[in-house]
């Protein structure tokens, strides 16, 4: 694998659940008041039933004011106040709010998250699986820390003497013959300068392959690319523009070549048709004939979060 890496170097919030506002409660009686229907603390809520305290599973948000069992799950929400009518529902990060008219009584808020209790749930072990995954791709920026570069392990290794200069960074095998990047700084250096020098020579090695990849697959499509930019955008892969002018997220170089080179004929294509229309698809089609599964892969493969 690293000679095949060496050949080829040649020697770019997790989503929120939508809200649910299907719920219409009753609007209470003129003159009734709005106190008893005030968020109650948790502090001050009764202790939770032994079955619901040791229930599999548990869901709380930081700012929770209310509380549930749905299905035997403790679920802690944030109960939200506001000018609507209706009762609606959303799952982020942090866990449920749930958002109610003034005039909503706590009862008819729990009986709307009961009905839904199994789709409240289920979107939050969603949410939390995200979160994880998430997590478990937070790089460790030390010595011996891995990344993924064309889709294989990359490690990480401070050599204070390597000979392509200070704050360089070099491909050669570790020493029980892994592929590793020998990163030419200190012992002692802060996690930032390893973040950094290692980020300078993905860059490096993205626009070179890039490059590369254009100019092989725009003969197959006809078309002609004029300038290659690099992008770190959060959310996009790439771009292209009616003049020529492709943009391709470096973090790309994180993936195998084959999603890769999805992402390049996807951008290539949009010189013939600047939208996605069956047109478009029939470009990418006619030279990826598999480009759903590349493009499943490029969705559902973990990206490192730097």
Known sequence: MLQQLLDLLGGGAAPTAPARPDFKPKRPPAGTGIA?????????????????????AHFAHPRANRR?????????????RGRRRTIGFTVGADGLTVSAPPWAAVPEVEAALRQKGRWVVAKLGDARERQARLQATRIDW?????????????????????????????????????PALHLGLPHGAAPEQLRDVTQAWLMRQARRLFTERLDHFAPQLGVRWQRLGLSSAGTRWGSASADGSIRLNWRLIHFRQPVI??????????????????????????????????????????????
């Open 36 to 56: 008893q229907t005030a968020p109650k603390l948790i502090a001050h809520d009764p202790p939770l039933p032994l079955a619901d305290a040791l229930a599999p």
């Open 68 to 80: 549930i069992a749905l299905g035997g799950v403790h679920v802690a929400y944030e109960l939200r």
């Open 142 to 178: 030390r010595d011996g820390a891995a990344l993924p570069y064309l889709g294989q392990p990359l490690v990480l290794r401070i050599d204070p003497r390597q000979r392509h200069g200070p704050a360089g960074a070099v491909l050669a095998p570790d020493a029980d013959g892994r």
């Open 261 to 306: 080179d999805y992402v390049v004929v996807h951008e290539l294509a949009h010189l013939r048709e600047m939208n996605h229309g069956p047109r478009f698809w029939q470009h990418v089609q006619d030279v990826l004939p598999d480009y759903a599964e590349r493009r499943a892969a490029l969705k559902n493969e973990p990206v490192p979060r730097w």
